[in-house]
């Protein structure tokens, strides 16, 4: 398969144990946040997502969590297994348009 | 893939020679998007179009061109005028009240 990034931030966690991936986001106005998941060679996959009168969002086994004060998105994994290996990265809606906004994206590998 | 198809999976380009990437969507989306990923990168706005018959430049439009004559498709043409082509090209699609972003399978475009 095609290597989605070369160079993207690693987390390494043991199988069964938890993954907290973090992301800055630029803009204090912006609304609408999504966290993705990118297996290699495969287009974005859509995981969660959260509006920002919300702190906090659990889906199965993800949770995210906005820190507006300091412009700041999390994504919890809980019991982390091997098909969780993926690039996961966070996109912010641009307020008022269509466009969205991309973080760089973190490379999480499970070890057995 | 959320009903987004993307063809062919692997393009290759001959110098000076324009190629068309191909993107439909099924999901009655009103915005349909090109972004290009690079490895170490975040995802690049190429273009993107909210209706039918209109469409705008994103953050690295030159060297491309697209149409949107059908709500359902969105072909992406890579002009001999890009010279550096060789990336993994994304379409992506939102509706107009559900601002949930997907994404299809992607087209890997290498040059000879």
């Known amino acids: 398969g095609e290597s989605v990034g070369l160079h993207l931030p690693t987390l390494s966690v043991q199988e069964g144990d938890n993954s907290i991936i973090n992301c800055a986001y630029s803009?204090?106005?912006?609304?609408?946040f999504i966290w993705y998941k990118q297996e290699s060679g495969k287009g974005p996959q859509f995981i969660i997502d959260?509006?920002?009168?919300?702190d906090k969002r659990q889906g199965q086994r993800v949770t995210v969590l906005l820190n507006k004060t300091v412009k700041h998105l999390s994504l919890q994994i809980a019991a982390t297994q091997p098909g969780d290996s993926a690039v996961y990265f966070c996109?912010?809606?641009?307020?008022?348009?269509?466009?969205?906004?991309f973080g760089t994206g973190t490379r999480l590998k499970v070890l057995a | 893939d959320g009903g987004i198809t993307q063809s062919p999976k692997y393009l290759f380009r001959k110098e000076g020679q324009n190629v068309t990437l191909s993107c439909e969507q099924n999901?009655?989306?009103?915005?349909m998007y090109w972004y290009r990923q690079d490895p170490g990168q975040g995802l690049r706005l190429i273009y993107y179009?909210?209706?039918?018959?209109?469409?705008q430049k994103g953050d690295i439009a030159e060297g491309y061109s697209v149409s949107r004559e059908k709500k359902e498709s969105f072909p992406l043409t890579v002009t001999s005028a890009q010279k550096n082509p060789t990336a993994f090209y994304l379409c992506?699609?939102?509706?107009?009240?559900?601002?949930?972003?997907?994404f299809g399978p992607g087209t890997r475009l290498l040059v000879l």
């Open positions: 992506a699609s939102s509706g107009s009240r559900q601002e949930t972003q997907y």
């Open positions: 803009n204090s106005a912006s609304d609408y």
């Open positions: 959260i509006r920002s009168n919300m």
């Open positions: 996109a912010e809606k641009d307020p008022g348009t269509y466009k969205y906004i």
């Open positions: 999901l009655n989306h009103d915005a």
């Open positions: 179009s909210q209706i039918v018959n209109d469409f």
